[in-house]
């Protein structure tokens, strides 16, 4: 069984990995996969904050705003929109009915832009743990 700091460290070691990926995909082209691998970066370090910051298991759910919150981590109005906008890259990656939209939005430079966001959220998480 990890203790604490071994399970906020595999959050971290996983997160880190998928921005890697992340960053990977973006650069072959696969823009849908890209901001789908980012919403999991963001997932797994707000499942880290959770772990630093309450007791028990993070949420098995997928809702970027809704994992801050039970985690206890105060987030202003913009943070916020970021993650609500991130958490739709979980279902519309996902589901073929929502694939095809999706992929129109996701330009080089709408995913370089959301990535831009993502990584700004990366740093400003990690400087809470």
Known sequence: ??????????????????????????????NIWALFIGHIVIEKLLKAYFTKHREGTPPLIHDLSRIAGLAGLELDPERLDILDTITTFN???RYDDY?????????????????????????WIKSRL
Not at 16 to 30: E, K, V
């Open 91 to 93: 279902i519309r990656a």
């Open 99 to 123: 694939k095809h939209e999706f992929a129109l939005r996701c330009t080089s430079e709408f995913t370089a832009d959301m990535m831009e966001k993502i990584e700004g959220l990366r740093v």
């Open 1 to 30: 069984m990890m203790n604490r700091e071994e399970r906020i460290r595999f959050w971290l070691e996983a997160s880190d990995a998928d921005a890697s990926a992340m960053h990977h995909l973006h650069a072959n082209g696969d």
